[in-house]
């Protein structure tokens, strides 16, 4: 079965660092296009980061300088180092995987398919 895992969510203060980690079951991650996304409480979903199969890497301007995508590929795990916190980055964080394999990498959230259940990131001022 194939599935998504994120942990490494916290309260942390604002200056702070995280990494949020994202556990692939039942597929390789080598293989996929996967994301990081993020929706606070009456937002909509944003777009963090995503990083092709290729390990080739984009960002929005709002994260580009602060966090970074990477993949294990032993521990088929996703990363988001997050570095330089602001009280703005507050949301839930989700990894996901395109639908299929092959293509373009692009921030759209459409074209990814699956989702875990994501990990809460709290900053304070």
């Known amino acids: 079965q194939e599935e998504l895992v994120e942990s490494g969510g916290a309260s942390v203060q604002a200056g702070g660092s995280l990494r949020l980690s994202c556990a692939a079951t039942g597929f390789n991650v080598r293989d996929y296009c996967m994301g990081w996304f993020r929706q606070a409480p009456g937002e909509e979903r944003e777009t963090v980061a995503v990083i092709a199969d290729h390990g080739a890497t984009n960002y929005p301007r709002s994260t580009s300088d602060r966090f970074t995508i990477s993949k294990d590929i032993p521990k088929n795990t996703l990363y988001l180092q997050m570095n330089s916190l602001v009280p703005e980055d507050t949301a839930m964080y989700f990894c996901?995987?395109?639908?299929?394999?092959?293509?373009?990498?692009?921030?759209?959230?459409?074209?990814?398919?699956?989702w875990g259940h994501g990990t809460q990131v709290t900053v304070s001022s």
């Open positions: 996901a995987r395109k639908r299929k394999t092959g293509g373009a990498c692009s921030r759209a959230a459409s074209i990814f398919g699956l």
